[in-house]
């Protein structure tokens, strides 16, 4: 039998209401989807039921094995351009649920913020985009283009969902990637180099140490070459990002306190900017940390990178897309639309560098409040980011009058 749990959320009548859109937010927050953890598959399901009988055609595309996003597609009439909306299901996991002050699944609002794991990074964009959708399926008969939908897999650890849905052909002309930016467009978004460096030593009783190669001695000249490092790429000036970033995170080694470990391992987030790249950084990076060896030291350092990339993204800040954009915040918010380059990395990158998609960054939500306890995306801002995409699509896609 059907419980009400299976049932859809009855949303007003004005489909990018606060009071829509808010709906819809929770009822994907409720379902979790954390990477690693539950991941995806029960909000791809999820997702694919809201277009049930709306007239946009949703499918489910394996990225991963076993792993599925959604590609959509609301059609119209004639092959006019396509805008691509562009958002992740994953989650970050929870560390320590004991920090939160709401269950982390609850969706619940109060004080005009809606709660959860997901809330701001980055189910509201979900959101937004299957209420915009919702609301064009209406006018789909006076639709000259098409709008195509990502509800990728992956993308908190750089995972191949968005370009998996590019390959299946869900692609466009014009992208709009709905993470948190607050309702500013960004033009630019900066890439990661997640660097792990080892270094290499012998076990022995720490008793014993003089006997040994002791790894840790190689963490203040690793260290000092990359605070030299970070130093110079800071001079390195982009108009819209500043600069990059070299940041040591993690430091992992030894077993017991009175042994001398085999290895350390050290971790490190280099953000990027456009002109940068993952492969030449962590080459750089490696010279560096090798030159910076004492002579006759016996430690011995790999580089390598940690895990999935991400490249930079950014497109000329006088597009097409982002004047539609500007002016559709100007005239749904009253105030002028900004521009300026996104900090952290998103699957933008699949969008501008693998398919040539103009593309940016625009969504609600401030990235100071992903990622941490009591996450939350604002309800004022669900709403006005839902009218603007909608404003900027039927600029798009409907037929002139």
């Known amino acids: 039998m059907m419980t009400r749990a299976h049932f859809l ?40 039921t809201w277009f049930k009988g709306t007239g946009v055609e949703a499918d ?6 076993g792993r599925f996003s959604v590609g959509a597609v609301l059609r119209g009439k004639a092959d006019g351009p396509r805008l691509v909306l562009n958002g992740h299901m994953d989650t970050v996991p929870i560390d320590d649920v004991n920090l939160w002050t709401v269950d982390p699944f609850s969706a619940v609002v109060k004080d005009g913020y809606l709660y959860g794991r997901g ?18 399926a ?8 098409s709008l195509v939908l990502h509800f990728a897999a992956g993308e908190e650890r750089a995972e191949p969902g968005t370009l998996s849905l590019l390959e299946a052909g869900y692609t466009g ?8 930016t607050e309702l500013r467009i960004a033009a630019a978004t900066r890439g990661l180099a997640p660097v792990h460096i080892r270094l290499r030593g ?31 790429i800071e001079k390195r000036h982009h108009p819209l990002l500043a600069h990059g970033s070299c940041t040591p995170t993690v430091v992992n080694g030894g077993v017991v306190p009175n042994a001398v470990s085999d290895f350390i391992d050290l971790y490190v987030d280099r953000r990027l900017i456009p002109g940068e790249t993952v492969d030449g950084e962590v080459r750089d990076i490696e010279a560096r940390v090798l030159a910076a060896r004492p002579s006759g030291s016996d430690i011995g350092i790999e580089v390598s990178v940690a895990y999935n990339r991400f490249e930079p993204a950014e497109i000329d800040p006088g597009a097409p897309l982002i004047q539609k954009l500007v002016r559709s915040v100007d005239r749904i918010t ?26 940016v960054n625009f969504g609600p939500g401030n990235v100071a409040e992903c990622h941490c306890a009591d996450e939350r995306v604002s309800v004022t801002q669900l709403e006005a980011c839902a009218r603007v995409i909608h404003d900027t699509a039927e600029d798009i896609l409907l037929e002139a009058t």
């Open 202 to 232: 012998h076990s022995i009783h720490a008793s014993r140490a003089k006997y040994a190669t002791n790894p840790a001695w190689g963490l203040k000249w690793v260290l000092d070459a990359l605070d030299a490092y970070r130093v110079e």
């Open 334 to 359: 009253g105030r002028p639309g900004e521009v300026y380059g996104a900090p952290y990395s998103s699957d933008v990158r699949n969008l501008v560098n693998d398919a040539g998609i103009e593309a």
């Open 119 to 136: 809330a701001c990074d980055m189910k509201a964009g979900l959101a937004v985009q299957i209420a915009v959708a919702l609301s064009l």
């Open 173 to 180: 002309d014009f992208g709009i990637v709905t993470e948190p």
């Open 9 to 48: 959320p009855t949303l007003s009548a004005d489909l990018l209401s606060a009071s829509s859109v808010s709906a819809i937010l929770a009822d994907l927050v409720r379902i979790p989807s954390t990477n690693p953890g539950a991941y995806e598959n029960d909000v791809a399901r999820r997702v694919a």
């Open 60 to 65: 489910l595309v394996e990225s991963m094995p």
């Open 138 to 145: 209406k006018r789909a008969s006076e639709m000259r283009g």
